[in-house]
C-alpha cells in the first residue's frame, strides 16, 4: 500500500468505465448504510481505461517496472517508503496480487500503461476503504519519465470514478507531503478541498513528515460531472 506519491498509510474524470476481466460483488459489512444496498457492492469492472490510460491489476512480471521508481532516491523523496529494495518491491506486488481475491477487498492497487505504446507509467490505487463509513483514499506514483503529462490528474479522475460510481462511497481523501506541491496541484485540479494538515504524519527516512489531507465528497463529485444526486 505504500507505493504512493500519496501516501495510503501516505480533472478528467471519465465516464463509462469499460472492459471485464475481473468482476467481483462483494459482501461487506454497514447493511444499514446509504449508498450500500442489502450489504452488497456494486459490481467492479477492471482493467479501467481512460483516454490514455490503461489502469490494470499488477502482476509478478511488474517487478522490474515498479523497482524503477521505487528505488529511485527523487521520486519516493515525499513519499512514507523507500527507497525500495528488489525484494521489498516483490513483497508489495505479491501482496497485491493476493488481494485480488479478498471477497471484502478494502484495497485496490492498479499498475498504471499507456494505451497507445503499453508502457508502465506507475501505480495507483485506492485503499484504506470502509464500507461501513463508506470512505477511501487514495494514490499514486509515477516513474519519473511519465511526469508533467497529466497522467496523474488522469489516473485519479479514474480513482474517484472507481470510488463514487463503482463502489458508491460517499467520501474519498488523499494526503500529499507538505512539502509536495505537485501532488497537492493535482488533488485540487481534481476538486479536492483541503481540509487540514496532520502534524508530523509519517517517518521515513530518518526525519518526521507532515501531511496535507484533501476531500472530497460524492455529491461535489457529481455536482463537477453535471450529474444528478443519487
Known amino acids: ?24 460483488v462483494q459482501a461487506v459489512e454497514g447493511r444499514d448504510n446509504p449508498g450500500v444496498q442489502g450489504g452488497i457492492v456494486p459490481e467492479v469492472v477492471i482493467p ?104 496523474a490528474t488522469e489516473a485519479a479522475g479514474a480513482l474517484l470514478s472507481l470510488a463514487f460510481d463503482q463502489l458508491e462511497l460517499h467520501r474519498v481523501y488523499a494526503r500529499a507531503a507538505v512539502e509536495n506541491r505537485a501532488s497537492q496541484r493535482v488533488l485540487e485540479k481534481l476538486g479536492m478541498v483541503c481540509e487540514g494538515v496532520l502534524r508530523d504524519d509519517f517517518f521515513a527516512r530518518g526525519r518526521w513528515f507532515s501531511s496535507v489531507v484533501y476531500g472530497i465528497l460524492r455529491e461535489e463529485f457529481e455536482k463537477q460531472q453535471g450529474l444528478p444526486r443519487q
Open 48 to 151: 479501467i481505461f481512460t483516454p490514455r490510460l490503461l489502469l490494470r491489476e499488477l502482476r509478478e512480471s511488474d517487478i522490474l517496472a515498479v523497482q524503477s521508481y521505487a528505488g529511485d532516491d527523487e521520486v519516493v523523496r515525499y513519499c512514507s517508503f523507500g527507497p525500495n529494495e528488489i525484494d521489498d518491491t516483490a513483497a508489495f506486488i505479491l501482496d497485491a496480487i493476493a488481494r485480488v481475491q479478498d471477497k471484502t477487498r478494502t484495497f485496490y492497487t492498479f499498475a498504471i500503461e499507456s494505451r497507445e505504446t503499453g508502457c508502465f507509467i506507475g501505480c495507483c490505487g485506492l485503499g484504506e476503504i470502509s464500507m461501513p463509513n463508506l470512505r477511501g483514499e487514495l494514490g499514486y506514483v509515477l516513474d519519473k519519465p511519465f511526469w508533467g503529462h497529466g497522467y
Open 1 to 24: 500500500t505504500e507505493i504512493y506519491t500519496l501516501s495510503l498509510h501516505d480533472a478528467l474524470p471519465i465516464s463509462g468505465v469499460r472492459s471485464g476481466v475481473w468482476r467481483s
